[in-house]
Protein backbone atom coordinates (compact mmCIF):
# COMPACT_ATOMS: atom_id res chain seq x y z
CA UNK A 1 0.00 0.00 0.00
CA UNK A 2 1.16 3.50 -0.85
CA UNK A 3 0.45 6.89 1.44
CA UNK A 4 1.70 10.18 0.78
CA UNK A 5 3.22 9.97 4.73
CA UNK A 6 4.15 7.28 7.04
CA UNK A 7 4.33 8.36 11.08
CA UNK A 8 6.81 5.86 12.65
CA UNK A 9 5.50 6.05 16.35
CA UNK A 10 2.40 6.41 17.99
CA UNK A 11 2.93 8.19 21.15
CA UNK A 12 1.66 11.95 21.59
CA UNK A 13 4.00 13.66 18.81
CA UNK A 14 3.21 10.84 16.36
CA UNK A 15 -0.74 10.76 17.39
CA UNK A 16 -0.99 14.10 16.80
CA UNK A 17 1.07 14.69 13.36
CA UNK A 18 -0.98 11.91 11.60
CA UNK A 19 -4.32 13.60 13.19
CA UNK A 20 -3.38 16.98 11.09
CA UNK A 21 -2.03 15.49 8.56
CA UNK A 22 -5.44 13.17 7.74
CA UNK A 23 -7.64 15.86 8.59
CA UNK A 24 -6.60 17.87 5.57
CA UNK A 25 -6.86 14.75 3.26
CA UNK A 26 -3.06 13.64 2.79
CA UNK A 27 -2.87 9.81 2.92
CA UNK A 28 -1.72 9.30 6.02
CA UNK A 29 -0.24 5.73 7.84
CA UNK A 30 0.72 5.65 11.74
CA UNK A 31 2.92 2.32 12.68
CA UNK A 32 2.95 1.95 16.34
CA UNK A 33 4.89 -1.22 17.71
CA UNK A 34 2.58 -1.84 20.89
CA UNK A 35 -0.91 -0.28 20.39
CA UNK A 36 -1.03 -1.11 24.14
CA UNK A 37 2.16 0.54 25.23
CA UNK A 38 2.24 1.90 28.63
CA UNK A 39 5.32 4.78 27.91
CA UNK A 40 7.04 5.29 31.28
CA UNK A 41 6.10 8.99 32.10
CA UNK A 42 4.41 11.47 34.99
CA UNK A 43 2.42 12.53 32.69
CA UNK A 44 2.31 16.11 34.09
CA UNK A 45 0.65 18.29 31.62
CA UNK A 46 0.28 22.08 31.67
CA UNK A 47 -3.08 24.03 30.97
CA UNK A 48 -2.13 25.73 27.90
CA UNK A 49 -1.62 21.89 26.34
CA UNK A 50 -4.79 20.96 27.52
CA UNK A 51 -6.64 24.15 26.00
CA UNK A 52 -4.56 24.00 22.56
CA UNK A 53 -5.81 20.24 22.15
CA UNK A 54 -9.17 20.03 23.24
CA UNK A 55 -8.20 17.38 25.74
CA UNK A 56 -11.26 16.06 27.28
CA UNK A 57 -11.46 16.33 31.47
CA UNK A 58 -12.28 12.60 31.32
CA UNK A 59 -8.35 11.97 30.50
CA UNK A 60 -7.02 14.44 33.03
CA UNK A 61 -7.38 12.83 36.28
CA UNK A 62 -6.07 15.53 38.71
CA UNK A 63 -5.85 19.35 37.89
CA UNK A 64 -2.94 20.80 40.62
CA UNK A 65 -2.30 24.21 41.64
CA UNK A 66 -0.55 23.02 44.92
CA UNK A 67 3.24 22.64 44.61
CA UNK A 68 6.15 22.05 46.69
CA UNK A 69 9.67 21.84 46.42
CA UNK A 70 11.93 20.24 49.07
CA UNK A 71 15.53 21.41 49.08
CA UNK A 72 18.11 18.70 50.28
CA UNK A 73 18.09 20.17 54.08
CA UNK A 74 14.70 19.83 54.29
CA UNK A 75 13.36 23.05 53.78
CA UNK A 76 9.92 22.98 52.33
CA UNK A 77 9.03 25.62 50.02
CA UNK A 78 4.92 25.53 49.48
CA UNK A 79 3.12 27.23 46.10
CA UNK A 80 -0.26 27.74 44.53
CA UNK A 81 -0.85 28.51 40.84
CA UNK A 82 -3.36 31.69 40.90
CA UNK A 83 -4.18 30.92 36.98
CA UNK A 84 -3.97 27.39 36.39
CA UNK A 85 -3.15 24.01 37.07
CA UNK A 86 -0.93 21.36 36.30
CA UNK A 87 -3.10 18.19 34.48
CA UNK A 88 -1.91 14.87 35.10
CA UNK A 89 -2.89 12.04 32.78
CA UNK A 90 -2.18 8.72 32.45
CA UNK A 91 0.09 7.58 29.32
CA UNK A 92 -1.70 4.41 28.34
CA UNK A 93 -5.57 6.13 28.25
CA UNK A 94 -3.52 9.50 26.86
CA UNK A 95 -1.68 8.03 24.04
CA UNK A 96 -4.70 5.48 22.87
CA UNK A 97 -7.35 8.82 23.28
CA UNK A 98 -4.86 10.47 20.55
CA UNK A 99 -4.47 7.64 18.17
CA UNK A 100 -8.34 7.05 18.15
CA UNK A 101 -8.50 10.46 17.29
CA UNK A 102 -6.33 10.08 13.99
CA UNK A 103 -7.77 7.21 13.32
CA UNK A 104 -11.33 9.02 13.45
CA UNK A 105 -9.78 11.86 10.97
CA UNK A 106 -8.71 8.78 8.46
CA UNK A 107 -4.66 7.89 9.45
CA UNK A 108 -4.40 3.93 8.58
CA UNK A 109 -3.29 2.63 11.87
CA UNK A 110 -1.07 -0.56 11.56
CA UNK A 111 0.77 -2.15 14.48
CA UNK A 112 3.93 -3.17 13.76
CA UNK A 113 7.64 -2.63 14.45
CA UNK A 114 9.43 -0.61 12.21
CA UNK A 115 12.24 -2.50 11.26
CA UNK A 116 14.27 -1.05 8.42
CA UNK A 117 13.88 2.10 6.30
CA UNK A 118 15.13 2.06 2.14
CA UNK A 119 15.21 5.03 0.50
CA UNK A 120 14.36 4.79 -3.11
CA UNK A 121 13.77 7.12 -6.02
CA UNK A 122 9.86 8.27 -4.86
CA UNK A 123 10.42 8.32 -0.88
CA UNK A 124 11.08 5.51 1.14
CA UNK A 125 10.09 1.54 1.72
CA UNK A 126 9.50 0.72 5.51
CA UNK A 127 10.25 -3.23 6.09
CA UNK A 128 8.06 -4.00 9.38
CA UNK A 129 7.60 -6.74 11.79
CA UNK A 130 4.82 -9.66 11.60
CA UNK A 131 5.32 -10.89 8.58
CA UNK A 132 3.45 -7.58 7.27
CA UNK A 133 3.80 -6.69 3.62
CA UNK A 134 6.25 -3.12 3.29
CA UNK A 135 4.73 0.59 3.44
CA UNK A 136 5.67 2.74 0.51
CA UNK A 137 5.24 6.64 1.84
CA UNK A 138 6.55 9.47 -0.44
CA UNK A 139 7.60 11.19 3.37
CA UNK A 140 8.59 9.91 6.31
CA UNK A 141 7.95 11.60 10.06
CA UNK A 142 9.84 9.79 12.67
CA UNK A 143 7.90 9.77 15.92
CA UNK A 144 9.37 6.94 17.59
CA UNK A 145 10.75 8.28 20.68
CA UNK A 146 14.09 8.43 22.29
CA UNK A 147 16.25 5.88 20.69
CA UNK A 148 14.56 6.15 17.32
CA UNK A 149 15.01 3.80 14.79
CA UNK A 150 14.04 6.06 11.71
CA UNK A 151 16.80 8.56 13.16
CA UNK A 152 19.46 5.96 12.59
CA UNK A 153 17.88 4.45 9.23
CA UNK A 154 17.79 8.50 7.60
CA UNK A 155 21.39 8.88 9.07
CA UNK A 156 20.01 12.04 11.16
CA UNK A 157 22.69 13.37 13.96
CA UNK A 158 23.03 11.74 17.11
CA UNK A 159 20.43 12.51 20.02
CA UNK A 160 22.72 13.95 22.60
CA UNK A 161 22.12 14.96 26.04
CA UNK A 162 19.90 11.60 27.72
CA UNK A 163 18.87 11.21 31.50
CA UNK A 164 17.35 8.25 32.44
CA UNK A 165 14.35 8.30 34.47
CA UNK A 166 12.75 6.27 36.28
CA UNK A 167 9.07 5.70 38.21
CA UNK A 168 7.12 3.69 40.42
CA UNK A 169 3.36 3.01 40.90
CA UNK A 170 2.15 2.69 44.25
CA UNK A 171 -0.97 2.33 45.40
CA UNK A 172 -2.67 4.95 47.97
CA UNK A 173 -1.79 4.37 51.18
CA UNK A 174 -1.50 6.51 55.06
CA UNK A 175 1.78 7.64 54.19
CA UNK A 176 1.08 8.51 50.20
CA UNK A 177 -2.10 10.27 51.38
CA UNK A 178 -1.00 13.64 52.08
CA UNK A 179 0.52 14.08 48.44
CA UNK A 180 -2.69 13.27 46.92
CA UNK A 181 -3.37 16.73 45.98
CA UNK A 182 0.50 18.56 45.04
CA UNK A 183 3.10 18.14 42.65
CA UNK A 184 6.42 17.27 45.12
CA UNK A 185 10.04 17.85 43.56
CA UNK A 186 12.65 17.36 45.64
CA UNK A 187 16.07 18.47 45.12
CA UNK A 188 18.05 16.67 46.76
CA UNK A 189 22.05 14.97 45.74
CA UNK A 190 20.59 11.67 47.09
CA UNK A 191 18.00 11.36 45.12
CA UNK A 192 19.23 12.83 42.09
CA UNK A 193 23.14 14.49 41.41
CA UNK A 194 21.75 16.08 38.36
CA UNK A 195 18.40 16.02 38.19
CA UNK A 196 15.46 15.53 40.55
CA UNK A 197 12.87 13.60 41.96
CA UNK A 198 9.13 13.78 41.70
CA UNK A 199 5.61 12.85 43.09
CA UNK A 200 2.91 12.89 41.07
CA UNK A 201 -0.58 11.87 41.68
CA UNK A 202 -3.21 10.21 39.66
CA UNK A 203 -6.65 8.95 40.26
CA UNK A 204 -5.68 5.36 41.45
CA UNK A 205 -1.91 5.39 42.10
CA UNK A 206 0.92 7.96 43.17
CA UNK A 207 3.81 8.11 40.75
CA UNK A 208 7.35 8.45 42.81
CA UNK A 209 10.64 8.77 40.29
CA UNK A 210 13.43 10.47 40.04
CA UNK A 211 15.87 10.65 37.07
CA UNK A 212 19.87 10.87 36.35
CA UNK A 213 22.14 11.21 33.45
CA UNK A 214 22.64 8.51 31.60
CA UNK A 215 25.08 5.98 32.51
CA UNK A 216 26.55 8.38 35.34
CA UNK A 217 25.33 6.97 38.42
CA UNK A 218 22.83 4.01 39.82
CA UNK A 219 19.51 4.68 38.76
CA UNK A 220 17.56 1.87 40.97
CA UNK A 221 19.73 2.74 44.34
CA UNK A 222 18.83 6.77 44.02
CA UNK A 223 15.13 5.32 43.36
CA UNK A 224 15.48 3.19 46.10
CA UNK A 225 16.98 6.30 48.33
CA UNK A 226 14.11 8.23 47.72
CA UNK A 227 11.62 5.87 48.42
CA UNK A 228 13.14 4.92 51.61
CA UNK A 229 13.37 9.14 52.75
CA UNK A 230 9.67 9.40 51.87
CA UNK A 231 8.99 6.59 54.72
CA UNK A 232 7.16 4.80 52.06
CA UNK A 233 7.42 1.06 53.13
CA UNK A 234 4.92 -0.64 50.62
CA UNK A 235 6.01 -1.97 47.67
CA UNK A 236 5.48 -0.60 43.89
CA UNK A 237 2.83 -2.74 41.40
CA UNK A 238 4.90 -1.54 38.45
CA UNK A 239 8.49 -0.08 37.88
CA UNK A 240 8.90 1.93 34.78
CA UNK A 241 12.32 3.28 33.24
CA UNK A 242 13.09 5.19 29.86
CA UNK A 243 15.95 7.81 28.39
CA UNK A 244 15.00 11.51 28.11
CA UNK A 245 16.80 12.95 25.72
CA UNK A 246 16.74 16.60 26.52
CA UNK A 247 18.83 18.62 23.51
CA UNK A 248 17.45 18.98 20.35
CA UNK A 249 19.55 16.82 17.47
CA UNK A 250 21.69 19.58 15.55
CA UNK A 251 19.31 18.74 12.48
CA UNK A 252 15.94 17.09 12.75
CA UNK A 253 14.62 18.00 8.81
CA UNK A 254 15.55 16.47 5.72
CA UNK A 255 14.25 17.14 2.22
CA UNK A 256 11.38 14.21 2.62
CA UNK A 257 11.57 13.52 6.35
CA UNK A 258 11.50 15.04 9.50
CA UNK A 259 11.64 13.94 13.45
CA UNK A 260 9.27 15.24 15.62
CA UNK A 261 9.00 14.79 19.59
CA UNK A 262 11.94 12.68 21.52
CA UNK A 263 12.89 11.50 18.28
CA UNK A 264 14.33 14.90 17.96
CA UNK A 265 15.36 15.24 21.04
CA UNK A 266 12.34 17.90 22.02
CA UNK A 267 12.51 17.61 25.92
CA UNK A 268 13.56 21.02 28.04
CA UNK A 269 16.44 20.63 30.16
CA UNK A 270 15.85 21.30 34.23
CA UNK A 271 12.28 20.05 33.93
CA UNK A 272 12.44 17.40 31.22
CA UNK A 273 9.05 18.10 30.19
CA UNK A 274 8.15 16.65 27.09
CA UNK A 275 4.89 15.95 25.87
CA UNK A 276 4.01 19.32 25.16
CA UNK A 277 6.81 19.50 22.69
CA UNK A 278 5.80 15.90 21.67
CA UNK A 279 2.20 17.62 20.14
CA UNK A 280 3.38 21.08 19.29
CA UNK A 281 6.12 19.96 16.88
CA UNK A 282 3.73 17.39 15.59
CA UNK A 283 1.35 20.00 14.84
CA UNK A 284 4.37 22.12 13.03
CA UNK A 285 5.82 18.90 11.68
CA UNK A 286 2.40 17.98 9.87
CA UNK A 287 1.91 21.48 8.68
CA UNK A 288 5.34 21.72 7.18
CA UNK A 289 4.59 18.52 5.40
CA UNK A 290 1.14 19.95 3.80
CA UNK A 291 3.29 22.71 2.50
CA UNK A 292 5.59 20.32 0.56
CA UNK A 293 3.10 18.30 -0.17
CA UNK A 294 0.99 21.06 -1.54
CA UNK A 295 3.67 23.93 -2.35
CA UNK A 296 6.58 22.47 -2.22
CA UNK A 297 7.84 24.57 0.78
CA UNK A 298 11.23 22.91 1.83
CA UNK A 299 10.62 20.86 5.24
CA UNK A 300 13.19 22.71 7.18
CA UNK A 301 10.64 25.28 7.62
CA UNK A 302 9.82 23.11 10.74
CA UNK A 303 12.82 23.22 12.08
CA UNK A 304 13.11 26.69 11.88
CA UNK A 305 9.94 27.59 13.34
CA UNK A 306 10.10 25.48 16.40
CA UNK A 307 13.60 26.27 17.35
CA UNK A 308 12.16 30.08 16.89
CA UNK A 309 9.37 29.53 19.33
CA UNK A 310 11.36 27.52 21.68
CA UNK A 311 15.21 28.00 21.70
CA UNK A 312 14.76 30.86 24.25
CA UNK A 313 12.76 28.38 27.04
CA UNK A 314 15.44 25.65 25.88
CA UNK A 315 18.01 28.04 26.86
CA UNK A 316 16.95 29.33 29.64
CA UNK A 317 16.34 25.80 31.43
CA UNK A 318 19.70 24.78 30.33
CA UNK A 319 21.38 27.10 32.03
CA UNK A 320 19.25 27.05 35.08
CA UNK A 321 20.17 23.21 35.31
CA UNK A 322 23.77 23.94 34.55
CA UNK A 323 24.48 26.69 37.26
CA UNK A 324 21.64 24.97 40.14
CA UNK A 325 21.78 21.16 39.84
CA UNK A 326 25.52 20.49 40.48
CA UNK A 327 25.69 20.38 44.20
CA UNK A 328 23.76 20.36 47.25
CA UNK A 329 24.81 23.39 48.23
CA UNK A 330 23.72 25.11 44.69
CA UNK A 331 20.62 23.35 45.34
CA UNK A 332 20.18 24.89 48.67
CA UNK A 333 20.48 28.19 47.01
CA UNK A 334 17.77 27.47 43.86
CA UNK A 335 15.20 26.31 46.47
CA UNK A 336 15.77 29.39 48.78
CA UNK A 337 15.15 31.69 45.28
CA UNK A 338 11.52 29.57 44.38
CA UNK A 339 10.25 31.27 47.59
CA UNK A 340 10.27 34.47 46.06
CA UNK A 341 6.32 34.99 45.31
CA UNK A 342 8.19 37.07 41.75
CA UNK A 343 10.08 34.17 40.68
CA UNK A 344 6.60 31.65 41.17
CA UNK A 345 4.67 33.71 39.12
CA UNK A 346 7.13 34.16 36.14
CA UNK A 347 7.94 30.33 36.70
CA UNK A 348 4.50 29.30 36.50
CA UNK A 349 3.24 32.21 33.73
CA UNK A 350 6.08 30.40 31.56
CA UNK A 351 5.21 26.99 32.12
CA UNK A 352 1.60 27.28 31.95
CA UNK A 353 1.52 28.36 28.49
CA UNK A 354 5.26 28.16 26.75
CA UNK A 355 5.95 31.49 26.59
CA UNK A 356 8.82 33.77 28.05
CA UNK A 357 6.68 36.30 30.36
CA UNK A 358 8.64 39.09 30.56
CA UNK A 359 8.32 40.81 34.37
CA UNK A 360 9.12 45.02 35.01
CA UNK A 361 13.16 46.08 35.51
CA UNK A 362 12.57 46.20 38.96
CA UNK A 363 11.45 42.67 39.64
CA UNK A 364 14.32 41.49 37.15
CA UNK A 365 16.84 43.17 39.48
CA UNK A 366 15.02 42.05 43.04
CA UNK A 367 15.72 38.80 41.50
CA UNK A 368 19.03 39.29 39.67
CA UNK A 369 20.42 40.29 43.13
CA UNK A 370 18.75 37.58 45.48
CA UNK A 371 20.20 34.77 42.93
CA UNK A 372 23.43 36.34 43.13
CA UNK A 373 22.63 36.55 47.55
CA UNK A 374 22.26 32.85 47.62
CA UNK A 375 24.78 31.76 45.21
CA UNK A 376 27.43 33.72 47.59
CA UNK A 377 25.74 33.09 50.78
CA UNK A 378 24.80 28.52 49.56
CA UNK A 379 21.29 28.79 50.91
C1 LIG B 1 10.13 8.44 33.64
C2 LIG B 1 9.71 9.58 32.74
C3 LIG B 1 8.86 10.55 33.24
C4 LIG B 1 8.43 11.60 32.39
N1 LIG B 1 7.53 12.51 32.89
C5 LIG B 1 7.07 13.49 32.09
C6 LIG B 1 6.06 14.39 32.56
O1 LIG B 1 5.56 14.29 33.69
N2 LIG B 1 5.64 15.38 31.71
C7 LIG B 1 6.14 15.53 30.45
O2 LIG B 1 5.74 16.46 29.74
N3 LIG B 1 7.08 14.67 29.98
C8 LIG B 1 7.54 13.65 30.75
N4 LIG B 1 8.45 12.76 30.25
C9 LIG B 1 8.87 12.88 28.83
C10 LIG B 1 7.74 12.36 27.91
O3 LIG B 1 7.33 11.08 28.32
C11 LIG B 1 8.21 12.31 26.44
O4 LIG B 1 8.82 13.52 26.12
C12 LIG B 1 7.05 12.04 25.48
O5 LIG B 1 6.51 10.77 25.69
C13 LIG B 1 7.50 12.15 24.02
O6 LIG B 1 6.46 11.74 23.15
P1 LIG B 1 6.81 11.11 21.72
O7 LIG B 1 5.53 10.81 21.07
O8 LIG B 1 7.80 11.97 21.04
O9 LIG B 1 7.60 9.75 22.07
P2 LIG B 1 7.11 8.47 22.86
O10 LIG B 1 6.04 8.81 23.81
O11 LIG B 1 8.34 7.82 23.38
O12 LIG B 1 6.46 7.55 21.74
C14 LIG B 1 7.23 6.86 20.80
C15 LIG B 1 6.39 5.71 20.27
O13 LIG B 1 7.10 5.08 19.21
C16 LIG B 1 6.94 3.69 19.30
N5 LIG B 1 8.09 3.09 18.62
C17 LIG B 1 9.40 3.13 18.98
N6 LIG B 1 10.17 2.49 18.08
C18 LIG B 1 9.32 2.03 17.12
C19 LIG B 1 9.53 1.28 15.93
N7 LIG B 1 10.76 0.89 15.53
N8 LIG B 1 8.45 0.97 15.18
C20 LIG B 1 7.18 1.36 15.56
N9 LIG B 1 6.95 2.06 16.68
C21 LIG B 1 8.01 2.40 17.45
C22 LIG B 1 6.87 3.41 20.81
O14 LIG B 1 6.22 2.20 21.11
C23 LIG B 1 6.12 4.64 21.33
O15 LIG B 1 4.73 4.43 21.42
C24 LIG B 1 8.90 11.70 31.05
C25 LIG B 1 9.77 10.71 30.56
C26 LIG B 1 10.16 9.65 31.39
C27 LIG B 1 11.08 8.59 30.83
Not at 87 to 112: N, P
Not at 152 to 166: C, R
Request: a positive charge; charged letters at 25%.
Amino acid sequence: MRYDVAVIGGGPSGAVAAAELAKEGIATVLIERNLGNVKPCGGAIPLGLIEEFSIPDTLVEKKLSKMSVRSPKGRMISMEMPNGYVGMVRRERFDSYLRDMAGRHGTEVIEALVKEIRQNGNGYTILLSRDLPPVEASYVIGADGANSKTAVELGFPANELQVIAMQQRFHYCDTLKPYEELVEIWFDGEVSPDFYGWIFPKTDHIAIGTGTEFRKHNLKKLQNRFVEKLGVAEKPYLDEAAKIPMKPRKSFSQEKAILIGDAAGLVTPANGEGIFFAMRSGKLGAQAMIERIRNNLPLKTYEKTFRKLYAPIFFGLQTLQSVYYKSDRLRESFVAICEDTDVQRITFDSYLYKQMVPAPWSVQMKIFMKNIYHLVKGS
